[in-house]
């Protein structure tokens, strides 16, 4: 599950490589 965290997080980096967004896990950011 660790890792699988860890993939969504480098996911999101590059996803939000190009953007003015800070990169954010939204299932550990509390709402």
């Known amino acids: 599950?660790?890792?699988r965290r860890a993939?969504?997080?480098t996911r999101n980096?590059?996803?939000f490589?190009?953007?003015d967004v800070?990169?954010?896990d939204p299932r550990r950011?509390?709402?």
């Open 1 to 3: 599950a660790q890792a």
């Open 7 to 9: 993939t969504i997080a």
């Open 13 to 15: 980096t590059r996803h």
């Open 17 to 19: 490589e190009g953007l």
């Open 22 to 24: 800070p990169v954010v």
């Open 29 to 31: 950011t509390p709402t």
